[in-house]
């Protein structure tokens, strides 16, 4: 398995251009998340989902969208980046059940000038 | 509301001394607490989790509902213990559940 899986590793963005990060995950677990890691600030969840066609915002949703066609995939979506959306963000993902332990994506680092 | 403190950004210690990263909760359920560490390069991935009462790598965290801490311990500290820490809490909904994060603690084992 390849666990979670996040595409891209680092992008550059200008001002006011639009991006997708992608997120797969191969274990088949219902649960989904978008986190932000910004210096000293520690992950702040974005937007999360519970299965398929289900998503819901949490703490620090505004400037990004995300949608869950499928289980495998939950994409984040930047419609017009700002300097404040540099950060690194983090994707993760759980099974239904179990220990409750998050399995991590690698992480994508994006930078907006 | 739900909380997770951690007072610490950053602790250095010597190798072979004791470790103490300090973990405070606020949170009106029962609560479900975990330690997740990111070494250099690497991504985050869990450590320990309070409901499992286990020792991993040396590390042993306890549950102090009375304190509503979470602090994680380890007797010796090794240079590979150096890492970002973060506790983080459940929070269940009715159909959700999600992790809240501390800030997190920079560990740096200093040889």
């Known amino acids: 398995n390849a666990g979670v899986t996040q595409t891209p590793k680092f992008r550059i963005l200008k001002i006011g251009q639009s991006m997708t990060l992608q997120c797969a995950q191969d274990m088949n677990h219902n649960y989904m998340y978008w986190y932000r890691q910004d210096p000293g600030m520690g992950l702040k969840l974005i937007y999360y989902s519970v299965g398929a066609g289900i998503t819901d915002k949490g703490e620090v949703p505004n400037g990004y969208n995300v949608s869950r066609s499928t289980t495998e995939d939950f994409p984040l979506r930047l419609e017009l980046a700002a300097p404040s959306q540099t950060s690194v963000y983090f994707c993760a993902s759980k099974g239904q059940g179990g220990t409750g332990e998050l399995f991590f994506g690698e992480g994508s680092r994006l930078t907006v000038l | ?111």
């Open chain 2, 1 to 111: 509301a739900q909380r997770v403190t951690q007072p610490e950004k950053l602790l250095s210690v010597f190798k072979g001394a004791p470790v103490e990263l300090k973990c405070n909760y606020s949170y009106s359920g029962s609560p479900e607490l975990f330690w997740y560490v990111q070494y250099s390069r690497q991504r985050l991935q869990l450590l320990l989790r309070h409901i499992s009462r286990e020792s991993i790598k040396g590390f042993t965290a306890d549950l102090n509902k009375g304190e509503t801490s979470f602090h994680l311990k380890k007797p010796f500290a090794q240079e590979e213990d150096s890492a970002m820490y973060y506790c983080a809490l459940i929070m269940r909904g009715a159909g959700s559940y999600q992790l809240t994060f501390g800030k997190g603690t920079k560990l740096s084992v200093i040889p």
